[in-house]
C-alpha cells in the first residue's frame, strides 16, 4: 500500500518537481553509500529502498515524457 500511495504522488508532480526528487535521490544515495564505507551507517536497508525510488521516478518521468 505504502509504494502505490508513493507512486500515485509522483504522478501527481510534474516533470521539473521530479526533476528535484531525482537529485535529491541521488545526494542522498551518495551520502548513505559514503556513510557505509566508513562503517556510520545502521540502517543499509535503506541503500536499496533509496535505490528503488530513483528508479520510480526515472519511470514517471519517461512516462510523462512519452504523453
Known amino acids: 500500500m505504502k509504494n502505490r500511495d508513493y507512486l500515485n504522488e509522483l ?3 510534474s516533470v ?3 526533476k528535484e526528487d531525482l537529485v535529491a535521490a541521488k545526494k542522498e544515495l ?3 553509500r559514503f556513510q ?3 562503517n556510520q551507517l545502521d540502517n ?3 541503500i536499496k529502498e533509496v535505490r528503488k ?3 520510480k521516478i526515472e519511470t ?3 512516462e510523462k515524457a512519452r504523453a
Do not use: P
Request: aromatic share 4%.
Open 44 to 46: 543499509t536497508s535503506r
Open 16 to 18: 521539473d518537481e521530479l
Open 30 to 32: 551518495f551520502n548513505l
Open 36 to 38: 557505509n564505507a566508513t
Open 60 to 62: 514517471v518521468i519517461s
Open 11 to 13: 504522478k501527481l508532480k
Open 53 to 55: 525510488n530513483i528508479a
